[in-house]
């Protein structure tokens, strides 16, 4: 059974860190492609950085220069450093794992940033 579980959400002031964690279980892990997507209220769900098997690391626009993904390959898990947050970073986070034809999603964990 495939289970991303998301953990490291909290509310945090402007300016502030966080770091997202989401350990994977079910999946040979090295294999896939690994990527945070953010979903604020009302909006669709939008990637904010990935990474791939081999370490190459994409960002979306609005979180370039702030975010960083990294995996740990040994604990099955991927990472988001988020700095400098923003109010509109607001939104659930849920890790994404692919490969090929096989995405598997995780539950979510609610970021909120307000003074």
């Known amino acids: 059974q495939v289970q991303l579980v998301e953990s490291g959400g909290a509310l945090v002031q402007p300016g502030g860190s966080l770091r997202l964690s989401c350990a994977a279980s079910g999946i040979t892990f090295t294999r896939y492609s690994m990527a945070w997507y953010q979903q604020a209220p009302g909006k669709q769900r939008e990637l904010v950085a990935a990474i791939t098997s081999g370490g190459s690391t994409n960002y979306g626009d609005s979180v370039k220069g702030r975010f960083t993904i990294s995996r740990d390959n040994a604990k099955n898990t991927v990472y988001l450093q988020m700095n400098s947050l923003k109010p509109e970073d607001t939104a659930v986070y849920y890790c994404?794992?692919?490969?090929?034809?096989?995405?598997?999603w995780g539950q979510g964990t609610q970021v909120t940033v307000s003074s």
């Open positions: 994404n794992a692919v490969l090929g034809h096989l995405n598997y």
